[in-house]
């Protein structure tokens, strides 16, 4: 809103603002190839028009007559490494001779498979160790000068990640580093202010992987979301809740909301980092493990 809305229509009144008003800033977006962003801005003008027409604020919603004024944005799959390379980006991981603090962050991303913005603003008191959980709020609290600190869980709702052993031990090896600030993983330059959000990517470059073709830190989604899916041991529900997606079926929705699926998601993280480490060494495939506990 404050770097298209704004400067765009900000200063008209609402109850003056017709469709040829809106349609420009779009058509200028859409040509800049920011397809995504322009469908929130067009979702977000619909949500406010029709709240102020509710309000009796305006007569009518004119972000209505935008529908096929824009292409909806094609879906870009971040890249992902197929399973059989997990072995050899263990190894790669394990030889990076980076900033310690990055290569514990590629790991913990490994175990827990959180989105870019969840991770990097992680802070130390949503971490209980001893219960092994991690709770991600719906939203933080804001740190002075930083520009999105407020950010949280992606769907808006508190997010619960199971902690696995393996990815406690490695948040003890963070705590050595960054215990006494507030963050988990602060950048490198101020400590105040949360790792960049392309600190991870880089270390896969430098590792060397194509972060565009072969893999990037959304891409650990993928790959463990396949691992759990194939291995055949685990709900659809669970996984899904697991991953944080967005149901969007209603009545579906409205159910994973309610059932957070905790007992399972547990024996499932940790059969996820019991999986991993099989893999340091040789490929073991999901659905050849299936009928052989390693969760304990």
């Known amino acids: 809103m404050e770097n298209h809305l704004f400067p765009a229509i900000g200063s008209k009144p609402i109850d003056t603002l017709k469709t040829r008003d809106l349609m420009p800033m779009l058509v200028e977006m859409t040509e800049k190839g920011i397809g995504a962003t322009t469908s929130r801005v067009k979702t977000t003008m619909t949500s406010i028009f029709r709240y102020a027409v509710q309000r009796g604020i305006v007569d009518y919603n004119p972000a209505h007559d935008l529908k096929g004024a824009i292409t909806a944005p094609k879906v870009r799959h971040r890249p992902a490494l197929p399973l059989e390379r997990l072995p050899e980006l263990l190894a790669k991981t394990r030889s990076y001779t980076g900033r310690p603090l990055t290569r514990l962050a590629v790991l913990f991303s490994l175990h827990t498979f959180v989105r870019s913005s969840e991770l990097r603003h992680a ?3 949503e971490i209980d160790i001893e219960n092994g ?3 991600i709020p719906g939203q933080r609290e804001e ?5 999105f600190s407020d950010r949280g869980a992606k769907m808006g709702a508190a997010h619960y990640v199971p902690l696995s052993s393996q990815a406690i031990g490695v948040l003890e090896d963070i705590r050595k580093i960054s215990g006494e600030y507030l963050l988990v993983f602060p950048g490198d330059s101020n400590p105040y202010k949360p790792m960049s ?10 590792m060397g992987y194509d972060t565009q073709t072969d893999v990037c830190l959304h891409g650990f989604r993928a790959m463990a979301c396949s ?3 194939e291995s055949g041991l685990w709900s659809r529900d669970a996984v899904e809740r697991q991953m944080s997606h967005q149901e969007r079926n209603e009545v579906r929705a409205a159910y994973v909301h309610l059932a957070q699926h905790m007992q399972e998601r547990r024996r499932m993280m940790q059969w996820w980092s019991n999986y991993l480490e099989l893999n340091k060494d040789e490929f073991h495939a999901p659905y050849d493990l299936s009928g052989i506990n390693i969760i304990n």
């Open 227 to 229: 691992a759990l899916t």
């Open 143 to 147: 740190i002075a000068g930083v520009k």
């Open 197 to 206: 959000e392309n600190t991870v990517n880089k270390a896969l470059r430098t």
């Open 123 to 125: 802070r130390w008191e």
């Open 133 to 135: 959980l991690w709770t």
